[in-house]
């Protein structure tokens, strides 16, 4: 069974502070790692990817990727109100359509 | 229209009734996707076309029937559903369905009596 975990939250951070989202993935052959953001009622929107071991930063958000771990992060920093929301990782894991699993999502609150 | 398009929006029935859900992409991309979010649930991938192309999922009951007449439209036909069928059906689009981002529609909220 190929899964993709994720700390359900909900994950309170104080407005202006560094958010940490984590998410585990089980085939060690996967290849690429995606973030996306899902605000209630809404659906999915992509905020990142990544492919390579390392850090990724596009604006305030960073993605962290370690395949001998199986894990990738998303940081966010100077964590805004508006970015309280749900964040969905979502992992390929061999490379073709159907095997892009998403994980359960973590509910981030952000309080000003 | 940009993006990926989702009609109807909301979208109730009976369980003996035949509807459909259309989505549309203006992205240029060739490769489609339906997907299924249910309540505290993770999202389900349901069906994948690829160059019109059906990847066969077994897991998803007869009851939903997918079709793609052309890369920038897909329909999945809905017939005799279950009250557990009721959920948000999201479609999404990529360009090659190895590996790339996909991109979502704003999906049909279904919800059956």
Redesign the interface.
Known sequence: QKEVEQNSGPLSVPEGAIASLNCTYSDRGSQSFFWYRQYSGKSPELIMFIYSNGDKEDGRFTAQLNKASQYVSLLIRDSQPSDSATYLCAVNMDNYGQNFVFGPGTRLSVLP | ETGVTQTPRHLVMGMTNKKSLKCEQHLGHN?M?WYKQSA????E?MF?Y?LEER?E?NSVPSRFSPECPNSSHLFLHLHTLQPEDSA?Y?CAS?QG???????????TRLTVL
């Open positions: 490769a996707y505290k649930k993770p999202l991938l994948v690829s990847v999922n948000l999201l990529s369905h190895r590996g790339s981002e996909q991109f979502f529609g704003p999906g």
